[in-house]
């Protein structure tokens, strides 16, 4: 079993900045695809960047320029660097990674527990 504890959402005003983490512990063998999603009330979840085990990153139109995806393979962490955030970035944010267990060494997908962001003066 595999667990992701997320950290740094909070409220800050419209071009501000934020700080999102992701870490995994557990039966981890190797981590593929880490990414961040996000959820809006009334909204269905979207994706907002992924980046590949060898830091290929893709990212939603929406943040491009803004926000940047990294990740640390040695500590199982994904991060989300959130820049000139507006009052639409407000949502909750999740994140998720494709893992391959030391148990079985097969691969399956965890999700955080969500951390919220609000972006609002």
């Known amino acids: 079993q595999v667990q992701l504890v997320e950290s740094g959402g909070g409220l800050v005003q419209p071009g501000g900045s934020l700080r999102l983490s992701c870490a995994a512990s557990g039966s981890i063998f190797s981590i593929y695809a880490m990414g961040w999603y996000r959820q809006a009330p009334g909204k269905q979840r979207e994706l907002v960047a992924t980046?590949?085990?060898?830091?290929?990153?893709n990212y939603a139109d929406s943040v491009k320029g803004r926000f940047t995806i990294s990740r640390d393979n040695a500590k199982n962490t994904v991060y989300l660097q959130m820049n000139s955030l507006k009052p639409e970035d407000t949502a909750v944010y999740y994140c998720?990674?494709?893992?391959?267990?030391?148990?079985?060494?097969?691969?399956?997908?965890?999700w955080g527990q969500g951390t919220q962001v609000t972006v609002s003066s």
């Open positions: 980046i590949t085990r060898t830091r290929s990153t």
């Open positions: 998720q990674m494709d893992v391959r267990e030391q148990t079985d060494y097969r691969s399956y997908t965890y």
